[in-house]
Each structure stands twice: as C-alpha cells, then as structure tokens.
C-alpha cells in the first residue's frame, strides 16, 4: 500500500507563505410527427423533438427525462386518469430505468378487462392523460380504460426500489418521479484532524456526480443500510452536510469503515481509496440485489456500473498465424502515462496505440512469437474518470511533477466532455498533501479539508493534475 506523511493535520501549512513544498499555484486563504396530445410548455417539445430522432440508449435517457417531464405536469383541471396493465408498466419501467434491451411493445390492456377487481398498483397503474397518450402514440395498443373511481396518486418520492414495490402509493408516476435528481449538496468543507486529506478531496469529487447522490439518498434505507455499510456512510455524510449549520462537518461512520484498510496514523494513495470505495458500494449493491432476487422484489440500480464503468477490449493478434485473442474489460478508472507526453489527449493517445509483445506465446500455433496488440475502448462511461500516474516505486521512488495540459471541455475518443473534479498532490512522496477542485452550483470550488474557497478556470488549468473527473456531454 501506496503511504505518504502529511505535511499537517489541519492543512495549516497551506497558508504559510514559506512552505515551499506546497504547489505555488494553491490559492492563498486568509420530428415524426405532431404529437396528438397536449405538450405544455416549451421544453417539453424541445425535449420531444430530441426524442423522435435519437437512436439508442440516448434515445432511452430522453425517454426517461421526458416521462419526468409529462408527470410533473400541472394542470388547472381535473385531467382524466386511465389505466395501464401492471405487467406491462413493470416491462416499460426496466427498460427505462434498468438499462433492459427490450421494449415492452404494444400496451395490452386486454387482461384488466377480464379481473373482475382488478388491484390498483398490482395489477394495473394510474396514469394521467398526458403521459397515457404519449405512450399510446409511441407504443400502440390498448385499449383505453379510465380511472373514474380512485383518484390519482400525488406524486411522491420513495426511498428504495423495495419500498416503491410495496407501497401502497405506487403508481407510474410516483416510480418516474422517483428519478429526478435533488437539489446539489451544499458546498461544505471537511474537518481534518488526523491524515484524510486523501479520503476529503475523494469525496468532494465524488459529490459532483449527481447521480451517485440520488442513488444514496433515495435508495439506501434502515433495512437494506445494515448490509451496505459503505453505501450507508456514504449517504450520512450527505445528510450531515444537508443539516450542518456550520461551514465544515466531520466525517463519523464512513471514517471507521475504512479503517482497517486505511490505517489512520498513515497518509494514503487518493486514487487507491477511490477504487476501493467505488468497489465496495457496487459489491454491496450486488449482494443487495442477490437478495432482492429471492425474494423476487425489483433490484437496486446498479449506479456503478451505469455510470461510472466503462468497456476496454484488448486483440492480440499473433504475427505468425495471425490467430487473435480477445480480452473484454470493465475499468472505473483509465491510469496514463506521462512520460513523452505533454497533455492529456496526448496521453491517451499512447495509451490506446497499437504495442508490438515479443516473446508472445500463441494458443494457436503454440510458438513464441511478436504479437501485436490493439486496445480500444469499446463503451465510455458517463463519468470519466483519468488517473495520471504521477508516482513511481522502481527502481526508485520518485514524483512526476511536470506540467501535463488538459481542457475544461474535451474530446476523448470522438466523445465531447466536461470537467467537473480534479485531485491535486503537493509536495513529495515522503511529505505532502491532497486538495482538491470541483465544479459545484454552476461554480468552481476549491476544497482543502475544512477550507473552501470559490475558484475560476485558470486556478483549476495551472494545477498539477492527479486524478481528472469529467462528465459526458450530450
């Protein structure tokens, strides 16, 4: 394990003018068609028309937005309810929200005609007129069956996927609502009193992923949380930072969780408890879900891997016989080299450039020969997330300090992003410190322990870069 002695408890040498080992560049602190139904307001056809001509999971996240969107509708009139087959919402629901391959094809109603007391929110859900002829006119079917008796269920956030199969208050739309994310957690330092610099600057690039916080707030609750400890830190961290009156809070359970891994008389590596923390809470949610699967209730998400995981395939192909061998791989992080390389495209660049292996033993022909190698990243993921690899331990132990460019916005692999984090290690190996960055509230931040301070563009690009956090743009 990667160790380091921090410069200080409190970050205190941050501010004196003569540490000369901190990075000169920390600030200082003292259409289809016309559609058939009604489409209020703008953005929602400006969102529909998106839709009609987009293909693929693009087209399915622009499915899922614009549900939110037709739910959320206000209406100065008693809008007519109808009646969906449970089967079917249930087919539509997994493959908007689940990442299913297939579509729930045309509505069949038919059954609900034949259940002589049909159960709300078992068999059949409640859906408004808005979103049921949307769905009529993008799926076909039938037939319509209206809701005169019961009213509408309001519109309500459900803690957790079980909770939402159970409750009585289920409903399509409270299922979409489910999905809009909250309002972005306040921006709140963390107090540092022994050596967490790594672990604080972590979290706070991790707080820029929306999408994670929604999962741990609204899926993570008193029955699942016992079995995801990790999961369940994670998210009282959130609600410590929701609640705290003060401008820093200090991390309790998340810090005893980790610690048999991360000694705390020790400074660690920022990107080795960045993995693990990753991996432990997509285990959780694994094992989670094995559970849910016995007992047949609807899995969590897997946010891990819809968000954060990419695909990497590796061909080698043999010189001699030309046989090739293939290697499918998932990564949460891409780790590139600095050497020859003065940005990080150009890094990338190398890192996905064909390679000649001597000595390559072939499972075909079964000789030693010069294979080449191929990479290629076959899947990005939504959170991008490039580790560059500053430190070396053989032969010796040194520190990569020279400058390696990278944008606010670029383009990795014809795929336009935006940054949204960066990690920053100063001074050595032997004595520094972890800070960090990130894009919060429309704003740039600076996050040093249980210092912030509001940031711009040209304090974040003078940074030595360590580990870069960039968000997809669509």
Not at 14 to 19: A, H
Not at 121 to 145: A, C, Q, R
């Amino acid at each position: 394990m990667q160790q380091f002695r921090d410069t200080d408890n409190n970050s205190e040498n941050l501010n004196e003018e003569d540490n000369s080992s901190i990075n000169q560049h920390v600030p200082q602190f003292p259409p289809k068609k016309a559609p058939s139904f009604s489409m209020e307001g703008p953005q929602i056809l400006g969102l529909l028309l998106q839709f009609r001509f987009a293909q693929g999971n693009a087209r399915r996240e622009l499915e899922c937005q614009l549900i939110k969107r037709l739910v959320n509708i206000k209406k100065n009139y008693e809008p007519d309810c109808y009646r969906l087959n449970g089967t079917w919402a249930l087919k539509y629901t997994n493959y908007l929200y689940e990442n299913s391959n297939t579509l729930p094809g045309p509505i069949d109603n038919t059954p609900l005609l034949q259940i002589k007391e049909p159960i709300r929110n078992g068999d059949y859900f409640v859906l408004t007129d808005t979103v049921w002829k949307f769905l009529l006119e993008e799926y076909g079917g039938g037939p319509e069956i209206l809701e005169d008796k019961v009213p509408p269920s309001p519109v309500s956030v459900i803690s957790s996927t079980a909770d939402r199969a159970k409750s009585a208050d289920i409903s399509m739309m409270s299922s979409v609502s489910q999905q809009e994310l909250p309002s972005e957690i306040p921006i709140k330092g963390l107090k540092n009193e022994l050596f967490y610099c790594y672990m604080h600057s972590i979290l706070q690039c991790l707080m820029c992923i929306q999408e994670l916080n929604h999962f741990l707030l609204n899926s993570i609750n008193r029955h699942n949380g016992q079995k995801m400890l990790y999961c369940r830190g994670y998210k009282e961290m959130l609600l410590q930072i929701r609640d705290a009156q003060s401008d820093y809070i200090k991390i309790n359970n998340l810090r005893t969780t980790i610690s048999k891994k991360f000694n705390p008389k020790y400074q660690h590596d920022a990107q080795e408890f960045l993995l693990y923390l990753i991996s432990m809470m997509e285990d959780e949610i694994i094992e989670i879900n094995k559970e849910y699967e016995k007992l047949q209730l609807p899995k969590l998400e897997n946010v891990v891997k819809k968000y954060l995981k990419g695909q990497i395939v590796s061909e080698l192909i043999c010189k001699n016989c030309k046989h090739k061998s293939v290697i499918t791989e998932e990564f949460l992080t891409l780790s590139l080299a600095l050497t020859k390389v003065a940005t990080v495209n150009q890094s990338l660049e190398e890192f996905l450039k064909d390679e000649l292996i001597q000595d390559y033993q072939c499972d075909n022909c079964h000789k030693k020969k010069i294979a080449i190698k191929k990479t290629r990243i076959t899947n990005l993921p939504r959170y991008l997330i490039l580790h560059l690899k500053r430190f070396k331990f053989f032969p010796k132990q040194t520190k990569i300090t020279q400058q390696i460019k990278f944008s606010i916005e670029s383009n990795f692999c014809n795929t336009e992003y935006k940054l949204i984090g960066i990690i920053v290690h100063s001074g050595s190996l032997e004595q520094g410190h972890y800070y960090s960055y990130g894009r919060r509230q429309h704003k740039w931040w600076l996050f040093n322990d249980q210092r912030i301070k509001q940031a711009n563009k040209m304090d974040v690009q003078q940074q030595q870069g360590y580990i870069l956090f960039y968000q997809q743009l669509f």
